[in-house]
């Protein structure tokens, strides 16, 4: 097995994987889902197309009762996958919701939608005909376009499929490249970046062979030389599926680490907001369940759990100021201080000291009164109040009773001081 053989096997498989990755969102999730229900089934005929230019693949069905089989199933699946992209380009970039002038890449995407569908069947069509009349399929080949250079009929054949691909690969090339522009993301940004390039590989790959196919029939090549250039470009084919494939993948690696971020956002609020919703049942929706429970509740996206986490700490936190004095912000400082920390832990440490004291005064009976004076959150969004709270959870589960117990101690002295 030859280098190239083996890089062919890797992207086949890399296709795939990318395919049965994205298959469950497209075929049942939202409908943001489902409207890439078409670039998933681009991914899945390009993972056919590329398995059938394997060696064992290609070789087997090209030496099956139809000669040259792996050759027409390869361009019939990549044609459908050309059309599910080209869907896709059409259902991301052919709608506009701003009134006056529509911009150019929606004009150009609604074109596309009305050739599209009618150009992949005809040059379906084509292709079964021209390889069944004018493609000289005598014996089998290994190499379809070294082995065929010099023929007219599989330079026609060829040219048909090669147009429509370089096409369609341009069309790819040139709206990405609008949208790579306009990205604010940098994730979105380098994805697009990168399908952008493999678009570009495919209209280089598309015109260099075309003519190569068509130079060889005014000058047959030698046959050493029709097989290196068949190689060469084999190889940018694949570099071109693998920044596809990865390019594709990059945006929803993004998602999906921002979704594992929260579930571990999750993992280490649940202690915190479980002791302050048994304090006050009346508070959250539901009431808290354990840790296992909760990560297996898939009602409601993470995202919106966590907000509603943090809401409903900074309510509770709200009812215990009603419970301490204004003296436990300063008691609860000391005792962040005095337990040595590096200064960047200090603050989170001083809040998780506050709520633990004052849900302990809550729990102990303390007499609901005045709300107390509390230190200012000063999170300028969502995101910066969840990182917060995660830090003081965090420093919440260090924090021992008997450490809580010092300080309500102290807390009371200073109380009785100060009225005596």
Avoid at 53 to 70: E, I, Q
Avoid at 127 to 139: C, I, M
Avoid at 266 to 271: A, E, G, K, M, N
Wanted: aromatic share 10%; charged share 20%.
């Amino acid at each position: 097995m030859t280098a190239l053989d083996l890089a062919g096997y890797l992207i086949a498989a890399l296709m795939t994987a990318v395919a049965l990755w994205r298959m469950p969102a497209a075929l049942w999730g939202d409908e943001e889902d489902r409207r890439r229900r078409a670039l998933w089934g681009c991914y899945a005929g390009f993972a056919v197309a590329l398995w059938t230019k394997t060696s064992v693949a290609r070789t087997g069905l090209n030496n099956s009762p139809v000669t040259d089989l792996a050759v027409l199933i390869k361009h019939y699946t990549a044609t459908i996958a050309i059309l599910a992209i080209l869907s896709y380009i059409v259902a991301i970039y052919g709608h506009d919701t701003d009134s006056g002038a529509i911009p150019r890449h929606v004009r150009f995407a609604r074109l596309v939608q009305r050739l599209a569908a009618r150009t992949s069947v005809a040059t379906l069509v084509l292709l079964t005909v021209l390889f069944f009349t004018v493609v000289d399929r005598s014996e089998p080949s290994d190499r379809f376009v070294s082995d065929h250079a010099g023929e007219w009929g599989a330079t026609l054949y060829m040219s048909v499929f090669y147009l429509y691909l370089g096409a369609a690969s341009a069309v790819c090339a040139y709206q990405w490249a609008l949208a790579t522009a306009g990205a604010e993301r940098r994730h979105l940004r380098v994805g697009l970046g990168m399908m952008t390039f493999a678009m570009f590989i495919g209209v280089g790959y598309t015109v260099s062979r075309t003519l190569f196919l068509w130079i060889s029939v005014i000058d047959t090549p030698s046959e050493g030389f029709a097989l290196r250039f068949d190689k060469i470009t084999e190889a940018a084919q694949l570099v071109l599926f693998a920044f596809f494939a990865l390019g594709a993948s990059v945006p929803a690696c993004s998602t999906g680490w921002r979704r594992l971020r929260l579930r571990r956002a999750q993992v280490r609020l649940h202690p915190l907001w479980r002791e302050l919703m048994t304090a006050f049942p009346d508070q959250p929706f539901e009431p808290p369940a354990s840790l296992r429970r909760e990560l297996a509740r898939f009602d409601t996206p993470v995202d919106l759990r966590i907000d509603r986490w943090a809401a409903d700490i900074a309510d509770a936190v709200e009812k215990l100021r009603h419970y301490v004095p204004d003296g436990l912000v300063a008691a609860a400082k000391e005792a962040a201080a005095a337990d040595g920390r590096e200064p960047a832990r200090t603050g989170p440490l001083a809040d998780a000291y506050w709520i633990k004291a004052a849900l302990a005064a809550k729990t102990g009976g303390a007499r609901a009164g005045a709300a107390a004076a509390i230190e200012p959150n000063h999170a300028t969004d969502q995101d910066g109040e969840v990182a917060w709270l995660v830090r003081v959870a965090t420093a919440y589960r260090t924090i021992g009773e008997d450490r809580i117990r010092r300080v309500l101690d102290a807390l009371e002295a200073g109380e009785r001081e100060r009225t005596a």
